[in-house]
């Protein structure tokens, strides 16, 4: 049963404009939100957070919004790079793990 | 600065072998994982450890053993490896307490044949 959910597999988005990628959950004690950017051949690395006392959390050209009755995060990227091209992958703590979604692929074009 | 090491890059096995992945953190950190990578089904953890000699299974344990003898070191077990345990490894340490972050390693790519 997964508990966190990334139902686009891939978003292709062009250079300078917006992506925005979606997480959905299904556990309502979840209270944290990580993502993770993952090049090929490397580990996931943290991208940005966000606390349920939060419905928002900015870091550059990273924002990450929370609706809690909607059980629903979104990780917005503007203007996107082709740098920004990776797997990103929502998760949330459940104990000392946590739990990852499925991840989606983001292709920014030039 | 901190790093999860993971010993191999890439692996070719064949099938039957006994596979073993190191893993190795300079964090002092008491909690290593073990996940394994496959598209479109995301991260799923397969072992981890709270502390030396502990392991707890995770979602996909079978196929799979691990080793904790000392803090720093995690190593994964694949005891007769299988076409179906071709995947990228990946290997993450954190703080007690620490599901709100991990750091990871570079990743294994394993490929059974």
């Known amino acids: 049963d997964q508990q966190v959910k990334q139902n686009s597999p891939s978003l292709s988005v062009q250079e300078g404009r917006i992506s925005i990628l979606n997480c959905d959950y299904t556990n309502s004690m979840f209270d944290y939100f990580l993502w993770y950017k993952k090049y090929p051949a490397e580990g996931p690395t943290f991208l940005i957070s966000?606390?349920?006392?939060?419905d928002k959390n900015e870091d550059g050209r990273f924002t990450v919004f929370l609706n809690k009755s909607a059980k629903h995060l979104s990780l917005h990227i503007v203007p996107s790079q082709p740098g920004d091209s990776a797997v990103y992958f929502c998760?949330?703590?459940?104990?000392?793990?946590?739990?990852f979604g499925a991840g989606t692929i983001l292709r920014v074009k030039s | 600065d901190v790093k999860v090491t993971q010993s191999s890059r890439y692996l070719v096995k064949r099938t039957g072998e006994k596979v073993f992945l190191e893993c190795v953190q300079d964090m002092d950190h008491e909690n290593m994982f073990w996940y394994r990578q496959d598209p479109g089904l995301g991260l799923r953890l397969i072992y981890f450890?709270?502390?030396?000699?502990?392991?707890e299974k995770g979602d996909i344990p079978e196929g799979y053993s691990v080793s904790r003898e000392k803090k720093e070191r995690f190593s994964l077990i694949l005891e007769s490896a299988s076409t179906n345990q071709t995947s990228m490894y990946l290997c993450?340490?954190?703080?007690?307490?620490?599901?709100?972050?991990?750091?990871f390693g570079s990743g294994t790519r394993l490929t059974v044949v």
């Open positions: 993450a340490s954190s703080q007690t307490g620490g599901g709100y972050g991990y750091t």
């Open positions: 450890s709270y502390d030396v000699k502990m392991k």
């Open positions: 966000i606390s349920s006392i939060k």
């Open positions: 998760a949330s703590p459940y104990g000392n793990k946590l739990v």
